[in-house]
T-cell receptor, first 115, second 116 residues
Framework: GAGVSQSPSNKVTEKGKDVELRCDPI?????LYWYRQRLGQGLEFLIY????????KSGLPSDRFSAERTGESVSTLTIQRTQQEDSAVYLC?????????????FGPGTRLTVL | AQKVTQAQTEISVVEKEDVTLDCVYETRDTTYYLFWYKQPPSGELVFLIRRNSFDEQNEISGRYSWNFQKSTSSFNFTITASQVVDSAVYFC?????????????FGEGTQLTVNP
């Protein structure tokens, strides 16, 4: 079946602009996660959705970052007034259910470059 | 405090050599899960294995094997007879039942290069 998909694959924007990143989870997966990967580093957790609620958004680095999810489907990560330090690959993952025992499957990521 | 440590930043081997990637973790939870992911040059993370804290049996899958030792808080990954296609960044990750819930905490990754 189809895996996690993300769009766009690449996004170049100017400092101060807003961007929206999209994630389509694996069909039937109720849990969805966003992570950020800076160049040459590991992944940092941003937010976790169970259905359309976000029980853990403690990883969002500032109030410029927000995310929403429609039902158990698409999620959008929005970054307002982008800064150069926001440049990174943003990875989305989904799992069959929430909880630490469930394996998270990752999408290909969106590479964001802020000029 | 960093909870997953992959001390080897880069490893370079020649094809057919065996190679072990180290992972040391830190947790106060009694129930936790350990994962390995592979990130090839294409960038997409590929799931390799999941282990829970109550199962210390070593696992072998083809040329891959994993050694989980709670006594040393380690979950090491060995590739036997490495191949060029094994070249990738490998990440070890941890999820905890009580402390961190559903999130994964990743190590910094080990870049493995297998030369022909």
């Amino acid at each position: 079946g189809a895996g996690v998909s993300q769009s766009p694959s690449n996004k170049v924007t100017e400092k101060g602009k807003d961007v929206e990143l999209r994630c389509d989870p694996i069909s039937g997966h109720t849990a969805l996660y966003w992570y950020r990967q800076r160049l040459g580093q590991g992944l940092e957790f941003l937010i976790y959705f169970q259905g359309n609620s976000a029980p853990d958004k403690s990883g969002l680095p500032s109030d410029r970052f927000s995310a929403e999810r429609t039902g158990e489907s698409v999620s959008t990560l929005t970054i307002q007034r982008t800064q150069q330090e926001d440049s990174a690959v943003y990875l989305c993952a989904s799992s069959l259910a929430g909880g630490p025992s469930y394996t998270q499957y990752f999408g290909p990521g969106t590479r964001l470059t802020v000029l | 405090a960093q909870k997953v440590t992959q001390a080897q930043t880069e490893i370079s081997v020649v094809e057919k050599e065996d190679v072990t990637l180290d992972c040391v973790y830190e947790t106060r939870d009694t129930t936790y899960y350990l994962f390995w992911y592979k990130q090839p040059p294409s960038g997409e993370l590929v799931f390799l294995i999941r282990r829970n804290s109550f199962d210390e049996q070593n696992e072998i899958s083809g040329r891959y094997s994993w050694n989980f030792q709670k006594s040393t808080s380690s979950f090491n990954f060995t590739i036997t007879a490495s191949q060029v296609v094994d070249s990738a960044v490998y990440f070890c990750a941890l999820s905890e039942e009580e402390t961190s819930g559903s999130r994964l905490t990743f190590g910094e990754g080990t870049q493995l290069t297998v030369n022909p």
